[in-house]
Nanobody, 121 residues
């Protein structure tokens, strides 16, 4: 089992920045990718970004390229999501996930509880 705990969400004005963290514990050696997804009210869960836990390879949704950056600290078993130039359409619950998937949420086995990000216009 892997446990994931997100932190760092909040309320920010458009154009502002937030940094999300996702701390993993348990059988972290079994992690292949860690990803961030988001879900807005009434919408499906949407892929945002993912990182290969071993080699650091990254995958980004087109709408966040150049604004969001994912990074990892293997020593701390933590993944970070730096979000800059935030837009109101970025408002959602952001969820951290771990597993073998990349962009498909069904490929992830473990999920955090989510953290709310609200961007005001």
């Amino acid at each position: 089992q892997v446990q994931l705990v997100e932190s760092g969400g909040g309320l920010v004005q458009a154009g502002g920045s937030l940094r999300l963290s996702c701390a993993a514990s348990g059988r972290t050696f079994s992690i292949y990718h860690m990803g961030w997804f988001r879900q807005a009210p009434g919408k499906e869960r949407e892929f945002v970004v993912a990182i290969n836990w071993n080699n650091g390879g990254t995958y980004y949704q087109d709408s966040v390229k150049g604004r969001f950056t994912i990074s990892r600290d293997n020593a701390k078993n933590t993944v970070y999501l730096q979000m800059n130039s935030l837009k109101p359409e970025d408002t959602a619950v952001y969820l951290c996930a771990a597993g073998r998937g990349i962009t498909d949420p069904s490929g992830y086995t473990y999920w955090g509880q989510g953290t709310q990000v609200t961007v005001s216009s």
